[in-house]
Nanobody
Framework: QVQLVESGGGFVQSGGSLRLSCAPS????????????VGWYRRSAANERELVAT???????NYGDAVKGRFAISRDNAKNTVDLQMNSLKPEDTADYYC?????????????WGQGTQVTVSS
């Protein structure tokens, strides 16, 4: 069962903005999601999966070099979502974007992935 759902993808011109959102798909997973590190990743036809950004439950953030200064990841605890604000988009940002929640299970960390949302940036 997919535990995460992404939304907000679409088509935008170069220089434009989009906002992606990641949320737990079930109430049961909600508290796990709230207490987990969540990341956004992307995969394009030319590239393997690439880190976009991560945010911990304490709201510490980390960004991939390709998006630093243009993208911002945030958590909305009231809505229990992790959002990705993407500004100054470039054609090379075109990809399928996935969110993942990293859940501590015993001594291991297990990732839970969403099904992805497509972002297309035209030149």
């Amino acid at each position: 069962q997919v535990q995460l759902v992404e939304s907000g993808g679409g088509f935008v011109q170069s220089g434009g903005s989009l906002r992606l959102s990641c949320a737990p798909s079930t109430v049961a997973f909600g508290s796990i999601f709230r207490n987990s590190t969540v990341g956004w990743y992307r995969r394009s036809a030319a590239n393997e999966r690439e880190l976009v950004a991560t945010i911990t439950s304490g709201k510490s953030t980390n960004y991939g070099d390709a998006v630093k200064g243009r993208f911002a990841i945030s958590r909305d605890n009231a809505k229990n979502t992790v959002d990705l604000q993407m500004n100054s988009l470039k054609p090379e940002d075109t990809a399928d974007y996935y969110c993942a929640a990293f859940v501590l299970s015993g001594a291991t960390i297990r990732p839970y992935w969403g099904q992805g949302t497509q972002v297309t940036v035209s030149s």
